[in-house]
C-alpha cells in the first residue's frame, strides 16, 4: 500500500515536491504544501503530515493506447520485432481470436494495471477493420460505464486510408464512432490519392462532429511523409476540431530543410503531436545485417523530433501506446515509467524545465478530458512518490508509490497474468 497512511478528517500534505506548470508556475517542481477535505483539494489546512519533499503528482493521462490489442503476447508473439511482423501477426490473431469475452477479459486487465498505476483518463484506439467493428465496439461502451467511476474512457477508430472514400467502409465506421461518443481516427499511408482520401475524412468528422486522431509516418523511411498531407488538408479545409498526429516517425530521418517547413504547417494547422517513445524504439530500425544473419544495432531510437516540434509551439505529448502485444512486448500502461523512458530516449532532461508539461497538460488538451489540477475544488486523485526530485523519480520504478482517488489511499496490487492463462490456449 506504499509509504504513506492518512488519517480520517481534513489533512495537508505539508512540504510535498509539486509539479509548477500545474499550478501555473515556471520551471519543473516547486516546494509546497498541498491540503485535503471530502476527496478533494482544499483551501483550508487540516492535520499536517510533513511529506519530507515527496513528489505528489495530479492523477495521470494516458492518450494513446491499445486496449484491444492488449497482452496477447504469449498466443501471438511477434516473429521477428518488425512493424511488419507485428502487423501480419495482430491480423492473424484479431480473425481468430477477438471476441466479447477475449476482448472484454484483457481490455479490463489493462484497466486495472492502469488505475494501480495511477491513470484516470485514457484514450484507446481500437482496430475498426470490418466485421471487427461490430464486436469491439460494444464492448468498449461497456466497459465506459463499467469503469465511469475508476477511469475515463475515449476510444479511436483505427483503420488504414485504403479504406477511405465516399462510400466506402470509412462511412459506415463513422456512424459507429458518432454513435459510441469516440474520435475518428486514420492509418495514412503514401497514396497517390491520399490528399482527396483526408478530404473526405474531413468531411466525414465535420458531418459527424468529430475530432481526429492519426496513425502517422510510423516508419523509418524519409520518403514516407504524410504528415505534411495531414497538416495541409487541416489548413485548406479549414477545419476547426482538434487533430492529433501520432508517432510521426520519419520525420526525425528526412533531409532537415525538409522535416522544418513539415513541423512549420504542423505548427501553422495546429495539431496535437503524441510520440510513443517505447514502442518506436522497439519497432523501428530493427534489421538485419546484409552480411550475416545477425541483428543489427539500430541506428536511431525511433522518436519524432518532439524538441523541434516544441520550439515551434507545437502542443507535444507522450503516451503508453501498446502493451504486451506484437507492437511492443512489454509495458505495463504506467505513465512513470513512460516519464522515465521518454526523458531518457529523447534527451529530455538538460533541456526545457516545462516537459511535464507533455505528460500532463497537454495530453489532457488534446483529448478533451479534465485538465489536471491542484486547485481547490479539484479531485483528490493525487499520485505520490517517495522520490525528491527528478533523479530519484527516475531511478527507480517507483513501485511503492501512494494513489489516491477522491482523497483515499486506493490499493495499487496488480492482476496476475496467470488471469489470463486460459485465453492464451486459443488457436
Known amino acids: 500500500m506504499g509509504f504513506l497512511n492518512l488519517p480520517e478528517g481534513p489533512v495537508t500534505l505539508a ?10 508556475q515556471q520551471g519543473d517542481f516547486t516546494r509546497g504544501d498541498l491540503h485535503i477535505a471530502e476527496g478533494r483539494i482544499s483551501d483550508q489546512p487540516g492535520q499536517r503530515i510533513d511529506m519530507g519533499g515527496a513528489m505528489i ?17 504469449p498466443r501471438a ?10 502487423l501480419t501477426t495482430v491480423g492473424t490473431d484479431r480473425t481468430a481470436n477477438w471476441t466479447a469475452e477475449d476482448l472484454r477479459r484483457r481490455m479490463e486487465f489493462s484497466l486495472r494495471c492502469a488505475y494501480a498505476h495511477g491513470t484516470r483518463a485514457i484514450r484507446t484506439h481500437l482496430d475498426s477493420i470490418p466485421p471487427q467493428e461490430q464486436i469491439t465496439w460494444p464492448v468498449f461502451r461497456e466497459l465506459r460505464a463499467d469503469w465511469s467511476d475508476k477511469i475515463t474512457l475515449q476510444a479511436v477508430s483505427l483503420v488504414d486510408s485504403a479504406r477511405c472514400y465516399p462510400g466506402g467502409p470509412i462511412d459506415g465506421i463513422a456512424q459507429i464512432v458518432a454513435q459510441s461518443g469516440g474520435v475518428m481516427g486514420l492509418v495514412t499511408t503514401p497514396d497517390k490519392d491520399l490528399s482527396d482520401r483526408l478530404r473526405h475524412f474531413f468531411s466525414l468528422c465535420e458531418k459527424n462532429g468529430l475530432e ?21 488538408a487541416v489548413i485548406e479545409t479549414g477545419f476547426m476540431g482538434k ?25 501553422r494547422a495546429g495539431l496535437h503531436v503524441v510520440s510513443l517513445p517505447m514502442c518506436n524504439m522497439y519497432l523501428q530500425d530493427r534489421a538485419r545485417d546484409d552480411r550475416s544473419t545477425a541483428t543489427r544495432t539500430p541506428r536511431w531510437r525511433g522518436v519524432t523530433l518532439v524538441h523541434e516540434l516544441k520550439d515551434r509551439g507545437v502542443s507535444v505529448s507522450f503516451s503508453s501506446d501498446n502493451t504486451r502485444d506484437p507492437f511492443y512486448a512489454y ?35 488534446a483529448c478533451g478530458f479534465e485538465a489536471p489540477s491542484l486547485a481547490p475544488g479539484a479531485p483528490a486523485d493525487l499520485v505520490i512518490c517517495k522520490a525528491r526530485n527528478w533523479t530519484e523519480l527516475l531511478a527507480r520504478p517507483q513501485s511503492d508509490r501512494v494513489v489516491l482517488r477522491a482523497g483515499q489511499v486506493i490499493d495499487t496490487s496488480l492482476p496476475d497474468y496467470a488471469e489470463l492463462d486460459d485465453l492464451m490456449e486459443l488457436s
Open 77 to 86: 508473439a511477434n516473429p521477428d520485432g518488425t512493424f511488419m511482423g507485428a
Open 331 to 365: 509495458g505495463d500502461l504506467d505513465m512513470l515509467e513512460v516519464i522515465r523512458e521518454a526523458t531518457r530516449i529523447a534527451h529530455l532532461d538538460h533541456s526545457d524545465p516545462d516537459w511535464l508539461r507533455a505528460f500532463t497538460l497537454n495530453p489532457a488538451l
Open 15 to 24: 512540504n510535498a515536491t509539486l509539479p509548477a506548470c500545474v499550478l501555473g
Open 57 to 73: 503528482f495530479p492523477a495521470f493521462v494516458d492518450m494513446h493506447t491499445h486496449l484491444d490489442k492488449g497482452h496477447i503476447w
Open 243 to 267: 487533430v492529433t498526429v501520432g508517432h510521426c516517425c520519419s520525420l526525425a530521418v528526412q533531409e532537415p530543410s525538409e522535416a522544418a517547413r513539415t513541423m512549420d504547417l504542423v505548427a
Open 212 to 232: 481526429a486522431d492519426f496513425h502517422v509516418d510510423e516508419t523509418g523511411d524519409p520518403n514516407v511523409a504524410t504528415l505534411r498531407e495531414i497538416a495541409l
